[in-house]
């Protein structure tokens, strides 16, 4: 079993709808919680950072974590074509903890 | 601007040579690392280093080689041990301190010929 799962899609949504994307996590020591967001052959670029549980919002995007679940969400609203890309959670255990474990991620398009 | 850059963008190696990707940042971090991305799998440690003339292997650190001879420079060497090479490989840095938010660079995509 992965120490983080990820549904790789794809998932295809009408622009405008709500973009629902989740990862599920073995280790309960898990303590920071990152969305990234990865364009077609580029490299990832940090969307969304979140400490224990919780939600947290920043414009269309919120990341919800529920640790007693072992489970987060990244919600995007008024999902625009400009959101087609793939979003890869990542974990760790601490803020000195150098290895971060990724899911493998889900790939999004959406329609205009 | 600040940023991590890597080169080449592409790159194309033959049996039995070595091949050495380049990764610059000047966001002053000092923590770079080194990733692995295959399809349908999560990026994958290679190698790490939190300080100049310091590094510590990853999870699947067979087959490469790396240096830290600079703050602003770390790069990843692909050996002819390594017989699976083919691959997206992204380089990233972070403050020390705050080694989960790491911020990447646009990557080298690595073919056999």
Request: charged share 15%; hydrophobic share 15%; net charge negative.
């Given at each position: 079993q992965k120490e983080v799962e990820q549904d790789p899609g794809p998932l295809s949504v009408p622009e405008g709808a709500i973009v629902s994307l989740n990862c599920t996590y073995?280790?309960?020591?898990?303590?920071y919680f990152m969305w990234y967001r990865q364009y077609s052959r580029k490299g990832p670029e940090l969307l969304m950072y979140t400490y224990s549980s919780g939600n947290k919002e920043d414009g269309r995007f919120t990341a919800q974590v529920d640790k007693s679940s072992k489970y987060i969400s990244l919600f995007i609203r008024?999902?625009?074509?400009?959101?087609?890309a793939t979003y890869l959670c990542a974990m760790s255990e601490?803020?000195?903890?150098?290895k971060l474990s990724f899911g493998a991620g889900t790939t999004v398009t959406v329609r205009a | 601007d600040g940023g991590i850059t890597q080169s080449p963008k592409y790159l194309f190696r033959k049996e039995g040579q070595n091949v050495t990707l380049s990764c610059e940042q000047?966001?002053?971090?000092d923590a770079m690392y080194w990733y692995r991305q295959d399809p349908g799998q999560g990026l994958r440690l290679i190698y790490y280093s939190q300080i100049v003339n310091d590094f510590q292997k990853g999870d699947i650190a067979e087959g490469y080689s790396v240096s830290r001879e600079k703050k602003e420079s770390f790069p990843l060497t692909v050996t002819s041990?390594?017989?699976?090479?083919?691959a997206f490989y992204l380089c990233a840095s972070s403050i020390r301190d705050n080694q989960e938010t790491q911020y990447f660079g646009p990557g080298t995509r690595l073919l056999v010929l």
């Open positions: 073995s280790n309960s020591a898990f303590q008024d999902s625009q074509p400009s959101d087609s601490s803020s000195n903890d150098y | 000047n966001l002053n971090h041990a390594q017989k699976n090479p083919t």
